[in-house]
């Protein structure tokens, strides 16, 4: 604490004793500039100390308010070539300001209806998936264990742009946690618009607050400058086996 804050609390005080309809207004003023303060050392830290396969570094400790076949993110899914992606930011505001009618959400139930499924097959395979079947595999997803993030046009009601991040619990790191971030994918009609940001920044925000020490992601090499900009970097090779499963005929 600074030698005026002495001095400034005595002014606090004697503004609250003399000007009593104001104590509303001074505590909203002071609490405001704390929390307005705290934001910024929350941002600063957290691009500070980016050291992010692609991998991307968290600070401990740091949180922020709440406002994934082949490659499981493919930003040729989610952005295109003309995108300004310079615009990656810890926010899931709108890189052009806060009035873009496209916001990210947790997906709902009701999001069967919304074409989630369908703007999931512009990134790979889905399958035929019943009603039933959506909601049973949502109801097992542990809302502190798994984050699915999609972007519904206030006008057609359809979902537009989807990603997926899901916490590994660990030994390491003392028993650490990591996010991994998959099914990132904007919907071909809507690219250009900086949504593939917003759902990857939503993602990290989630793995941010589940206390992750890092978030990691595979993407096809098109795609690596876009992720870069996002704060990712280049980590390592991906390395993939496939299951053989038993189809019944």
């Known amino acids: 604490m600074s030698s005026n804050s002495p001095t400034i609390e005595r002014r606090l005080i004697a503004l609250r ?7 509303d207004i001074i505590h909203t003023i002071t609490h405001s500039e704390d929390t307005q303060s705290g934001h910024d050392i929350a941002f600063n830290l ?81 399958g035929d998936i019943s009603r039933e079947s959506f909601q049973k595999r949502l109801s097992q997803l542990d809302p502190n264990t798994y984050r699915i ?22 030994f390491v ?16 009609n809507v690219r250009g618009q900086h949504l593939g940001v917003k759902v990857i920044e939503a993602c990290k925000q989630f793995a941010q607050q589940q206390g992750c020490y890092k978030t990691i992601l595979d993407c096809s090499e098109k795609n690596v400058k876009f992720y870069e900009k996002c704060g990712f ?5 991906q390395m993939r086996f496939d299951h053989e499963h038993e189809r019944s005929k």
């Open 17 to 23: 004793n003399h000007c009593s309809p104001n104590k």
């Open 46 to 126: 957290n691009t500070k100390n980016i050291i992010p396969m692609i991998n991307l570094n968290h600070t401990a400790g740091t949180t922020f308010s709440n406002s994934s076949s082949g490659s499981s993110s493919e930003c040729s899914s989610c952005c295109s070539s003309s995108q300004n992606t310079s615009s990656c930011s810890t926010s899931t505001s709108s890189p052009k300001g806060s009035s873009s009618p496209y916001q990210p959400r947790p997906i709902e139930p009701s999001d069967y209806d919304k074409g989630y499924l369908a703007l999931l097959s512009q990134l790979t395979t889905v």
């Open 149 to 170: 993030v999609v972007i519904e046009d206030p006008n057609s009601h359809r979902i537009v742009a989807a990603a997926t991040v899901f916490v590994e619990k660990k």
């Open 173 to 188: 790191h003392e028993c650490g946690s990591v996010g991994h971030i998959e099914d990132v994918v904007v919907d071909s």
């Open 233 to 237: 970097v280049r980590k390592e090779i």
